[in-house]
């Protein structure tokens, strides 16, 4: 008898040049794959999956450790495997943000310009990539994925986006 489980999944040569973000909330992370899969067409992509996804990227008090952790290892990922495309998705009722004790709509707003601060990091130290961001909000028991508006690179933050 052979050694080892076979999958359906195969494994590809080649590294994928897109960069998927999320939270690792398991709840909510196969609705991101399918959606990345499925609706932007990605089949192939490395993923950076830790509870608050984009959170880590930007500093705050509660996120020291984390920021270093993201930096240290997405610019390795960005360089090494030349990436090209960085998908970011926060999504409604993430846990990582409740240690903020921040009502609802406080708390969007705080995903939002977490969203918004770590795509003016990407465009700050990297060229050739372009960045884009959703909110998964659950309607009606279904999952829908919502373009965030990101500012482009040389327009100014608004006043609630983290300052790095
Ligand atoms: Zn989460």
Redesign the pocket.
């Known amino acids: 008898m052979e050694r080892g489980f076979p999958v359906e999944q195969k494994v590809r040569e080649e590294f994928a040049h897109t960069l998927a973000i999320y ?3 398991g709840r ?1 992370a196969p609705a991101c794959d399918g959606f990345i899969r499925h609706t932007l067409g990605e089949e192939w992509y490395d993923r950076f999956v830790v ?3 984009a959170a880590w990227l930007c500093l705050d008090v509660r996120t020291v450790w984390e920021h270093e952790m993201a930096h240290r290892h997405l610019s390795f990922l960005v360089e090494a495997h030349k990436i090209q495309r960085v998908i970011l998705i926060a ?1 409604q ?5 409740e240690r903020y004790r921040l009502s609802p709509e406080q708390t969007v707003r705080k995903q939002m310009a977490d969203l918004q601060g770590a795509t003016r990091i990407f465009y700050e130290r990297f060229t050739g990539i372009t960045v884009e961001a959703y909110y998964l909000r659950v309607v009606d028991g279904e999952p829908r994925f919502e373009p965030v508006t990101l500012q482009t690179p040389g327009e100014p933050l608004p006043p609630s986006a983290p300052q790095v």
Request: glycine share 24%; hydrophobic share 15%; aromatic share 24%.
């Open positions: 939270c690792s909330d909510f509870p608050g996804g999504h009722s993430c846990g990582f943000y």
